[in-house]
């Protein structure tokens, strides 16, 4: 059991807020409310301001403290690759456990990041996909947890009255039809893929986009080309939260072209939107298709679309996959539920 002072140090080193980042912050609050003590290694920039204003203990990475407390900790915890690489020298000839989570779909290729693995003591994969990619590696499998992520559904905002304030403020047509689509605007998820889809359904069809990236100038130029520019709605203010934006919909659309998990689909399931989703990576572990979801292959534009305007004509089926999905949700995917893996994967 985990008995030492400064008990647990997570490490993060990314610059921006996504699904990741959330995860931590979901996990972090919940262990404090387990009594654990914790402390976050992380470089000025959004995660560390927000954890600090949260009141936890927030240290920069090239500081004697960060180091000490990595060498004094029972786990330290990587949540993405630099913090990897700074836990395993850090950590180095202490006691901790040295622990990662993975939640991206690629790869592990390069003989060193293999062999980064291999120095780990416990690897808390997202998904059976995830484990599958790290076993890869050579890593032993006893070494391996699937913790999927969680959500905190007491965090949530209310549908009933996220839905008429967003859309009031969105600019968008009252009668129109809400995709949304929550991914970040890089290659992997696949919003060129959705976009391709809105320009083969009806003209009340709207896609929102409430995340951002470098293919955005790139997404502008495909819906001119599509004539459906004005059908997209690409969110330029943070008035509203991603779940807020996902209350407002009709449909969630997960077109991705790699995904470890999913997370978003965890939104659209506690906030009653029905999902649309390619079978990349774990999503197949999050929406079971045609109980909890509508699956899609991979790049298959015109299945997307279909799926999605089944969706929008037909309640009656979107009703019954949201009840399967929430009942789902509530059995597997609480972040109360993702706490307890955590504390029995430090403990294995």
Known sequence: MLNRVSQIVHVDFSCEWRGGQQQLWLLAHELRQRGCEQTLVAPEGAVAQRFAGAGFRVLAPGTRAARQHAQTAAIVHAHEGHAHS??????????????????VAFAIRSPFSRWKYRRLDRVLAVSRFVAAQVQATGLAPARIAVVPDGIALHDL??????????????GIEADARWLVCLGALTP???????????????????LVLPGRGPLQPQLHRQAAALACAARVHFVTDSAFTPAEWVAAGDVVLMPSHEEGFGSAALLAMALERPVVASQAGGI?????????????????????????????????????????????????????????????????
């Open 86 to 103: 700074w836990m395993l020298r850090a950590a180095h000839g202490g006691a901790a456990r040295q622990v990662l989570s993975r939640r």
């Open 284 to 348: 197949p572990e999050v929406i079971e298709d045609g109980v909890t979801g509508l699956l899609v292959p991979v790049g298959a534009t015109a299945a997307l679309a279909e799926a999605g305007l089944r969706l929008l004509r037909e309640p009656a089926l979107a009703s019954r996959l949201v009840a399967a999905a929430q009942a789902r949700l509530r059995e597997r995917f609480t972040v109360e539920r993702m706490a307890e893996a955590t504390l029995a994967a430090y403990d294995g």
């Open 157 to 170: 905002p209310d549908p009933a009255v996220a839905r008429p304030r967003v859309r009031a403020r969105s």
């Open 188 to 206: 992997e998820k696949g919003v060129a893929d959705a976009i391709a889809a809105l320009a083969r359904m009806p003209a009340d069809c709207r």
